[in-house]
């Protein structure tokens, strides 16, 4: 599951940064409070790559994901772009953890595999 959240994070650091170019150009909003807002969206996309797995962090990520959808008030292409990313995460998070369970059980079997050989 960390690699494909992962993914979807780093992704929506680009989004977010090329996001807050445009809206620096197209909306009335302060300069400062867009990077303001955007570096933290930013930051904790970096920070949640390194806890995803921990409790909680995907409910982040879910929080995240609304967001992003949410930012579409001052930029509307983001309803769209925020959508897709909602999407590519429940991708990462149901098919992270079916890939993590899948290799749980190739563990188990390899090690019951590895003790009925001794």
Known sequence: MRTLCSSTL???VFVILFAACVAMR???VSTGLIWT???IAMLLCVLLCGVITRPGAVAIGWALQLALIASGLLLPTMYGLGVIFAGLWWCSVHYGRK??????ERSRAAGAAATADA
């Open 26 to 28: 197209m909306t009335d």
């Open 99 to 104: 890939i993590d369970h899948i290799k749980e």
């Open 10 to 12: 780093i992704g929506e």
């Open 37 to 39: 807002v955007s570096g």
